[in-house]
């Protein structure tokens, strides 16, 4: 069975711009959340979709958003990026939403020069 | 209080030595235990999971709740180099926990050969 998958894996923007994060559950999945993780402040909750709706959000400021499509595929975007948005970006799925066990994707780095 | 409190080391030990890391939570809601491993600029890889109380083993790996005290442990023999990651605690209990799953900071651990 595939697992998680992420793409790309690497983004390097400049300040001001927007990004888009793609993510593919693992099937059967309908639960995708997907986390913001720094060395310092280690994973940081962004938001979860669960069939399509989003289910639960983070502390992060509208800039933020996401998307679930009818295939549990993923997205999430960053607009007028800032120097403090570089991280990793991890997407993670789960059967049910916020409950059983949740399998990581490799991550995007997002690199904001 | 934070719902997940884990110590972030680091942890540094002698090749072949046992490891215990740990975790304690304050929601007696939560059902599914994870410990999840993590190389550097990589995506967690789940390690363990457990389902309510008790023991469960895979190879050197041991995973233990203590539902009664809120507690959880993953032990690591006969420990190698390749450990050498952080460790991240994980749980989620669906609704009953705000159908969000809840992350430990992570613990480094250095294996030295």
């Known amino acids: 069975k595939a697992g998680v998958t992420q793409t790309p894996r690497y983004l390097i923007k400049t300040r001001g711009q927007q990004v888009t994060l793609s993510c593919s559950p693992i099937?059967?999945?309908?639960?995708v959340s997907w986390y913001q993780q720094t060395p310092g402040q280690g994973l940081q909750f962004l938001f979860e979709y669960f069939s399509e709706t989003q289910r639960n959000k983070g502390n992060f400021p509208g800039r933020f958003s996401g998307r679930q499509f009818s295939n549990s595929r993923s997205e999430m975007n960053v607009s007028t990026l800032e120097l403090g948005d570089s991280a990793l970006y991890l997407c993670?799925?789960?059967?049910?939403?916020?409950?059983?066990?949740?399998?990581f994707g490799p991550g995007t780095r997002l690199t904001v020069l | 209080q934070k719902e997940v409190e884990q110590d972030p080391g680091p942890l540094s030990v002698p090749e072949g030595a046992i490891v215990s890391l740990n975790c304690t939570y304050s929601?007696?809601?939560?059902?599914?235990f994870m410990w999840y491993r993590q190389y550097s600029r990589k995506g967690p890889e789940l390690l363990m999971y457990t389902y309510s109380s008790g023991n469960k083993e895979d190879g050197r790996f041991t995973a233990q709740v203590d539902k009664s005290s809120k507690y959880i442990s993953l032990f690591i023999r006969d420990s190698q180099p390749s450990d050498s990651a952080t460790y991240l605690c994980a749980m989620s209990g669906g609704y009953d926990t705000g159908n969000q799953f809840y992350f430990g900071t992570g613990t480094s651990l250095t294996v030295i050969p």
């Open positions: 099937s059967g999945h309908r639960s």
């Open positions: 929601n007696s809601a939560f059902q599914y």
């Open positions: 993670a799925s789960s059967w049910f939403s916020g409950g059983g066990i949740e399998f």
